[in-house]
């Protein structure tokens, strides 16, 4: 049974920084893709990034390009993303997933909220 757990999230000033973790445990980190999530309020969930398993290939949402990088630690079952030069409407609950491909996530974690002030 595969659970995520992110944290990492805070409050922090527009060009700051934060670093999200998400420990992943019952499954090898290496079998699978992991993505990172957001969703502001009233607004619909958006993918901010994902690693893919094997390759660690990456992907950002154009939105956070040269400013957030996820990458990945198999000895400690963590995926994170740090985030830098922090927006204000960077602003939201971030969500770790887990699926066997970058389209397809079937095991989620709880969020951590990010707050960025202008």
């Known amino acids: 049974d595969v659970q995520l757990q992110a944290f990492g999230g805070g409050l922090v000033q527009a060009g700051g920084s934060l670093r999200l973790s998400c420990v992943v445990s019952g499954i090898t980190l290496d079998d699978v893709t992991i993505g990172w999530f957001r969703q502001a309020p009233g607004k619909e969930r958006e993918g901010v990034s994902v690693?893919?398993?094997?390759?660690?290939?990456?992907f950002y949402a154009d939105s956070v390009k040269g400013r957030f990088t996820i990458s990945r630690d198999n000895a400690k079952t963590t995926v994170s993303l740090q985030m830098n030069s922090l927006k204000p409407e960077d602003s939201a609950v971030y969500y770790c997933?887990?699926?066997?491909?970058?389209?397809?996530?079937?095991?989620w974690g709880q969020g951590t909220l990010v707050t960025v002030s202008s």
């Open positions: 997933a887990a699926g066997p491909t970058t389209r397809h996530f079937g095991s």
């Open positions: 690693i893919s398993r094997r390759e660690s290939s990456t």
